[in-house]
């Protein structure tokens, strides 16, 4: 008898495919990252993010209506302030009326249900470029963690459910923990960016936000190295995800996706909370490029990757194709 299994029985057609199918997507499974501007009535695309907007407050309430009722339930938010509220300090970060505290509480009564998640990092209001405070040619670690915990607790006033520090300060967790308890919102859930690695792949974000590392009076590091994870590494991610639970973390998050699914599946087995993946800007301006010069069958390829991304061992996945792939799965 040969051959002596057919695998390609479970394979027939569609219908039995589908019974046999291990992993499922659907849109409760993204959550979507958005970019907030400053003024009224702005919408700017991101020149290497087809698709991808930054908005002012208004109209970003209305986009997020609209991907609640595609069935999305969590967003990301990131803001692009004036390089006038920019400073070493980082201080507009945790400012009560700052733009990010104003679109979560626009966001939260407009659509209560909407889990809003926003980023706890200092580089979008530092002069510098970087996640924290620069003191002796360095992000300095202790210090940057004191201005996150001010910059979580103002986002929790406004009404945030989650903060989601993308910083890669050590011990930040547990001081964000601290002091979200401390100041009230027990409650408030920590999703941490913990096997977070310095890639390439940010580089579109960072157009978007206009927060990449920049040359200045001091001399500081022109990329992340110091506190983002060198790429060769595995065993760094399982131990950086291990310290953020027992530091307090709800769920912990690997970045980026697709090129790191090796480590999502390790830190998946490795700890006893959801894991997140984010599926960053380069990785969706890799997809809009190919697709735009035919290459690629955009929404075959988006599709694929999702999945893979959530057969790894994603519970969530963070992504710029959010919308597109929830329209996707209504039809
Ligand atoms: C910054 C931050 C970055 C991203 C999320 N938060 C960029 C960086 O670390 O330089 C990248 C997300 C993406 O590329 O989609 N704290």
Not at 136 to 158: C, I, P, Q, W
Request: proline residues 4%; contains cysteine; aromatic residues 8%.
């Amino acid at each position: 008898m040969f051959p002596l299994q057919r695998g390609r029985r479970l394979r027939t057609n569609e219908s039995i495919r589908s019974l046999v199918r291990e992993t499922s997507l659907s849109p409760s499974d993204f959550m979507f990252p958005m970019f907030i501007a400053e003024g009224e009535n702005v919408e700017v695309e991101i020149g290497s993010m087809p698709g991808i907007f930054r908005r002012s407050i208004d109209l970003t309430v209305k986009e997020v209506q609209e991907i609640y009722a595609l069935g999305i339930r969590a967003i990301n938010i990131y803001v692009k302030v004036s390089e006038n509220l920019k400073d070493n300090t980082g201080k507009e970060a945790w400012n009560k009326d700052g733009l990010m505290q104003n679109a979560i509480r626009a966001i939260k009564t407009a659509c209560p249900e909407m889990i809003v998640m926003p980023d706890v990092a200092l580089d979008p209001y530092s002069i510098y470029g970087h996640d924290g405070i620069i003191a002796n040619g360095d992000v300095e670690n202790d210090s940057t963690n004191t201005a996150l915990v001010k910059m979580a607790v103002s986002h929790a006033e406004a009404g945030a459910d989650f903060v989601a520090p993308s910083d890669m300060m050590d011990g930040r967790v547990l001081r964000l923990r601290e002091g979200l308890d401390a100041a009230g919102y027990p409650n408030v859930g920590i999703m941490s960016y913990s096997a977070k690695y310095a890639s390439a792949f940010y580089g579109p974000f960072r157009d978007a936000l206009d927060s990449a590392p920049r040359e200045s009076d001091v001399v500081i590091p022109m990329d992340k190295k110091t506190y983002q994870m060198d790429y060769a590494n595995r065993i760094e991610a399982i131990k950086e995800a291990l310290w953020d639970v027992e530091e307090g973390a709800d769920m912990v998050m690997v970045k980026p996706g697709i090129a790191y699914l090796d480590i999502v599946r390790e830190v998946k087995n490795a700890v006893n909370v959801p894991v997140t993946v984010y599926h960053v800007s380069g990785e969706y301006a890799m997809i809009k490029a190919a697709a735009e010069r035919g290459w690629l069958d955009h929404d075959k390829i988006m599709m694929e990757q999702l999945m893979c991304i959530k057969r790894a061992g994603a519970s969530l996945i963070s992504t710029y194709f959010a919308k597109e792939a929830a329209i996707l799965l209504s039809k």
